[in-house]
Nanobody
Framework: QVQLVESGGGLVQAGGSLRLSCVAS????????MGWFRQASGKEREFVAA????????YQEDSVKGRFTISRDNAKNTVSLQMNSLKPEDTAVYFC???????????????????WGQGTQVTVFS
């Protein structure tokens, strides 16, 4: 069983920044592919970014490229999402997720992830 705990959400003005963090339990965090998803009110959960187990590959949804950066620290069992130039349309509950071996085939697909955090609210006002 893997537990994921997100933090760092909040209320921010458009153009501002937030840094989300997710701490994972488990001794084999360095084997997890980690992802960030978000779900706005009344909408389906959507992919934001993912990072390989080693951190050498990153994947991002088009609307956040150049604004959001995903990173991980395997020594601290932590994955982070640095969000800059935030827009009101970024408002959502943000979830981190873990994909354990054997890995799913699609980084952007929620069902390919095995464990989820409880989510953290990000609200961007104009």
């Amino acid at each position: 069983q893997v537990q994921l705990v997100e933090s760092g959400g909040g209320l921010v003005q458009a153009g501002g920044s937030l840094r989300l963090s997710c701490v994972a339990s488990g001794r084999t965090f360095s084997t997890y592919i980690m992802g960030w998803f978000r779900q706005a009110s009344g909408k389906e959960r959507e992919f934001v970014a993912a990072i390989s187990w080693s951190g050498d590959r990153e994947y991002q949804e088009d609307s956040v490229k150049g604004r959001f950066t995903i990173s991980r620290d395997n020594a601290k069992n932590t994955v982070s999402l640095q969000m800059n130039s935030l827009k009101p349309e970024d408002t959502a509950v943000y979830f981190c997720a873990a994909d354990l071996p054997p890995y799913g085939s699609r980084r952007y697909r929620p069902r390919d992830y095995n464990y989820w955090g409880q989510g953290t609210q990000v609200t961007v006002f104009s």
